[in-house]
């Protein structure tokens, strides 16, 4: 699995962190977890991986992060290559077609004016969904330019093709 962390984690606080053991607790043994080094993209481009997991934490800060390393095109291609995708709110935001919803929920103060994230689901997410986020799906709806997917917390969404 590669793992990306998102715009607060750094990978020595990652492996230290709840985040291996959570990772842990799903079933993915320690020693097959790459934690993605936003600094040094290079280094997991060509790996032999199944899974594609990006933490939650600001939408806008981890796409950044991702867009400042290159690595976007690397994501969706380990995907077509047959990578599972593996979203936790922010991350699961960015497998949809638009971003610039999100803007209610994470502030955007990375300047964020691309809004169209990987692209990998062709609508968007309502993550953390509840009643109090119930007038913005239907807006959403309304609108008509993407399907829109509400996403309790303790919701999956398995997308296959």
């Known amino acids: 699995m590669l ?36 600094s040094a993209p290079d280094l997991f481009r060509g790996l032999r991986i199944d899974a594609i997991y990006i933490s939650g934490g600001n939408t806008f800060g981890t796409l950044m992060r991702i867009r400042n390393a290159g690595f976007e095109e690397d994501i969706v291609s380990y995907v077509k290559a047959g990578a599972v995708y593996i979203g936790g709110s922010a991350g699961a935001h960015l497998a949809g077609a638009d971003i610039r919803h999100v803007e209610v929920y994470d502030e955007n103060r990375f300047g964020i004016e691309n809004y169209r994230p990987l692209a990998l689901y062709d609508g968007i997410f309502v993550c953390h969904f509840t009643c109090e986020r119930q007038e913005h799906y239907e807006k959403l709806k309304s609108d008509g330019r993407y399907k829109v997917t509400p996403l309790r917390d303790e919701d999956s969404l398995v997308v296959e093709n």
């Open 3 to 38: 793992f990306f962390p998102n715009e607060k984690g750094l990978e020595m606080s990652i492996r230290k962190s709840k985040y291996l053991k959570r990772l842990e607790s799903y079933g993915f043994e320690r020693k097959n977890i790459y934690v993605f080094d936003y």
